[in-house]
């Protein structure tokens, strides 16, 4: 490592400046523009790894952030690398994931003259990025860098791109690290006032059938424990949107499971029968609402949100409480009183709603020989003891994780939920695996998902990564043929699904596979792949023409579910 | 209704396309912008004029805080300002009705700023409405051309103008329903 206070090249500059950031870990691919950069590299202790594609890269910086609460580091050089990059540093976005992505740039001087693997990576990224930076002299390397850093973890966490010229990697100038302190960024977290914080209180404690809506900012914060304190303190049921499972452990008698288009249907009741909503760290997303008109329409509504410009964009709030969740439940906290008669009737209330649910619910029903994707995420959580940290793709094996595999503590599901980027999990498993070596890393993704993306199994054989790889393999673009099922009359256009033998596949970069195509074998199956050491994937051939139950329809109300029409079938002894 | 925005950001380059862009993303009309330089260095200034009503001034005002350039953000719409366009307008103008357009532009205390021999060039300050008055008599002579700044405002009063110092307040607050309570962030 170098020194402060000498000359250094441009991409020195940016590794001192990485490195020093706590960054070993690089995903990346190089290219001309970025070469300085990649040269200089081999001098700084960082494990770069190298992607196959760069949206891979942008997805595995973004699962390193998810997994660890740590800046997750993409690298690619200018033009088509860039560009690769948009799908991950959007999904990011969506999801407010910390990630810094670095980008070559052709010379400064080349600048807006289409030179070759020109493009205006800045421009073309400045809605989906916190901010991002076009750095054309080595002077500007370190405050930019710095400053992305300081901008993608603060306030709520979001990627940053710092685009940088190929002379500004190879000038040389004086390197003054303390000098480069971002100061600009620096702008105060609000925190309510101690009558913002009464007024909360007075509605809590006076509620009679209040719900917590715990997102993703429950994570963020890393304030599980206080939201629990809060839950039992009060004795609030919790219920989660896609991203805050595990904020709350599903396993906890106040946990409802999660909220919205495929969230359980006591869940959404409840939220439609409440008095009160307490929003945590929430944006009130439209998979989550249904129809805004119907929601929750005889509840209050607080909203705890460190993003002032998500205060009343969907929902019309009674109180709104900006600031950092942190802050916020330690401020609350100590006001919670004991919880008002009425509360009990309203837990008994849930109580009955989980037992009508019941029912209808997959797993109770009999047997009858085929291989349902349910079963197979249930035989997954049993095997895995729920300490599994899975990461999804996006459809309908995600809908099935969410609701069948039950998180008991934060970071332990990864998922693309914002943008629902399909591509998501392989590399996202791979950011994860290398920020938390020492955990059970699932990637589970449909056949078409996985296709997206598969080129990444190189990575994890070159890496010799130990990731579990479930595929979910129904035949079909299961959620798009799922909608054409219930809106279109069956008419299902381009989502029949041809894929290539994914066993075989993986065998051909070294990376062993099981084909399971009966429920007795689901659980053999995931043993195996837990005791082999290394990289395994199971494809698990599951009913072809499968629905995700319940779904509240786009614009319907949340109360307004399709449910699962009747028990699937008679008995059916297991052909095993 | 159109709000009135004044936005004091970075003279930075991208700073009007970050501005600019966001708006646009967030699904918001944009009546007007204008920007120039501000009495601070490195500090620019612009007035946005945007459809939308208050409750939409309020996110656009959050939006923009989120934005690393912005330094400043003041919705003026109902504030005692004062509000200017000023418009340059080419008609046509024979010699049997140049001394027509001349009296007309001096009705709207406008100057004349060219002359030639079929046309003139007119230059007018004042609210949107005023010029738009003039503009509408006009145009039986023939608008030749028009161009406007759009609005550029200022509040009244000797309060100074916005620091570059970050947000004073946070926008987003609704209104707490609880008897004895008024706090804002």
Redesign the interface.
Known sequence: MTDSGQRRTGAQILWECVVREGVRDVFGYPGGAILPAYDAMLEFPIRHVRVRHEQGATHMADGYARASGRVGVAVATSGPGATNMVTGIATAMMDSSPIVCITGQVGSRLIGTDAFQETDITGVTLPITKHNYLVTRPEDVAPAVREAFHVARSGRPGPVLVDITKDAQQGSCAFDYDAAAPARARRPVPRPCADEIAAALALINAAERPVILAGNGVIQSGTSSALRALAERAQVPVAATLLGLGGFPASHPLSLGMMGMHGEAWVNTAIQESDLLIALGMRFDDRVTGNIRTYATGARKIHVEIDPAEVNKNVKVDLALVGDLRDVLDDLLPGIAPPPPGRRAWLARIRDLKGDSAVLDIQNLPDNGHLYAAHVIHDLWRATGGRALVVTDVGQHQMWEAQYYHHDSPRSLITSGGLGTMGFALPAAIGAKLARPDAEVWAIAGDGGFQMTMAELATIAQEQLDIKIGIINNGYLGMVRQWQEFFYERRYAATPLLSPDFVALAGAYGVPGVTVSRRSEVSRAVEAARAHRGAMLVDFRVEQEDTVYPMVPAGAALHDMIRRPSPIAETGADPD | MAVTLSVHVEDK??SL??VA??IR?RAFNIISLAVGRSEQPDVSRMTIVVDTDA?GA??IE??L????NVLQVQNITTSPSIVRDMALVKVAATEQTRSSVVQLAEVFRARIVDVAPDSLVIEITGTEDKVDGLVEVLRPYGVLELVRTGRIAIARGARPAARAE??RQ?????P???PG???S?
């Open positions: 380059p991208g396309d970050r862009s966001l993303r409750d309020r996110r959050a939006n805080y989120k934005l690393l970050g947000p946070l926008p987003g607050q609704a707490v329903e609880t309570i008024s706090c962030v």
